[in-house]
C-alpha cells in the first residue's frame, strides 16, 4: 500500500484528503506531519493500539 493511499484512507474529512495530496505532491510529507495524523485519529477513536504512548494523554471514557 502507498503512503498517500494509506494517509487517504486515515483522514477523515475531505479537507484532510486535499491536505495530504498538496503535502505529498509537494514533496513535504514529513514524518511528523504522519505522526500528528496518527495520533489526531487515534485520539478521535480513543484507541492507542498504533501510539501506545498517547494512551497516558487520553481523558478516560465515561
Do not use: H, Y
Not at 494517509?7 to 505529498?24: N, Y
Not at 505522526?35 to 484507541?47: Q, V
Amino acid at each position: 500500500m502507498k503512503l498517500q493511499d494509506r494517509l487517504e484512507e486515515l483522514a477523515t474529512t475531505a479537507f484532510e484528503r486535499k491536505v495530504i495530496r498538496l503535502w505529498l505532491r509537494e514533496g513535504k510529507a514529513r514524518s511528523s506531519f504522519v505522526r500528528a495524523l496518527g495520533a489526531s485519529t487515534c485520539a478521535s477513536n480513543n484507541d492507542t493500539s498504533l501510539n501506545p504512548g498517547l494512551k497516558d494523554t487520553l481523558p478516560e471514557r465515561v
